[in-house]
T-cell receptor, first 113, second 111 residues
Framework: EAGVVQSPRYKIIEKKQPVAFWCNPI?????LYWYLQNLGQGPELLIR????????DSQLPKDRFSAERLKGVDSTLKIQPAELGDSAVYLC???????????FGPGTRLLVL | EDQVTQSPEALRLQEGESSSLNCSYT??????LFWYRQDPGKGPEFLFT???AGEEKEKERLKATLTKKESFLHITAPKPEDSATYLC????????????FGTGTRLQVFP
């Protein structure tokens, strides 16, 4: 069974530039999550989707971050404009249903110069 | 404030030297406790879920246990391939979907 797929795996951009990350969850998983992981820290939830609906986006910095999950499958997380402090690993995870075990993708490593 | 604390931050073991990692939590209404393994440059890999005090789960050289205040990940006769960061996370009764992670324990096993 294929796991969670993320792309790109690495991204280097200059500050103030836009950037987008893509996630394809495990087939059949209705719940999708985006996490942010800083170096030496555990992941922190940014946003959670139930199918195509964002049901928890309280930790998403809405002034520069946006996300969408069209048709309830793939998801895109966008930052515009990027700041130096956004350099981190962006992880996508999915679960079969709400409250079930979350399975993580490999992450996208973002470096903002 | 709901909090998860892992100790030690880093652990160096000789191959075959058994040890334990600790995850303590101060939360209101624990729903589940999760252990993940994370290798450098990769996402967290699910290991175990524990739901109630006294519960134990095993997988190869790893054994996870849960009490009312903490969880232990016991590593028996570790091998170099067990080297990784081990992350503990909890979900709460009032929000079963939000994983609250600790900062992890970096384990290095030397041959």
């Amino acid at each position: 069974e294929a796991g969670v797929v993320q792309s790109p795996r690495y991204k280097i951009i200059e500050k103030k530039q836009p950037v987008a990350f893509w996630c394809n969850p495990i087939s059949g998983h209705n719940t999708l999550y985006w996490y942010l992981q800083n170096l030496g820290q555990g992941p922190e939830l940014l946003i959670r989707y139930e199918n195509e609906e964002a049901v928890d986006d309280s930790q998403l910095p809405k002034d520069r971050f946006s996300a969408e999950r069209l048709k309830g499958v793939d998801s895109t997380l966008k930052i515009q404009p990027a700041e130096l402090g956004d350099s981190a690993v962006y992880l996508c995870a999915s679960s079969l249903e709400q409250g079930q075990t979350q399975y993580f993708g490999p992450g996208t490593r973002l470096l903002v110069l | 404030e709901d909090q998860v604390t892992q100790s030690p931050e880093a652990l160096r073991l000789q191959e075959g030297e058994s040890s334990s990692l600790n995850c303590s939590y101060t939360v209101s209404g624990l729903r589940g406790l999760f252990w993940y393994r994370q290798d450098p440059g990769k996402g967290p890999e699910f290991l175990f879920t524990l739901y109630s005090a006294g519960e134990e789960k095993e997988k190869e050289r790893l054994k996870a246990t849960l009490t009312k205040k903490e969880s232990f990940l016991h590593i028996t006769a570790p091998k170099p391939e067990d080297s990784a960061t081990y992350l503990c996370a909890v979900t709460l009764g009032y929000n079963t979907d939000k994983l609250i992670f600790g900062t992890g324990t970096r384990l290095q096993v030397f041959p």
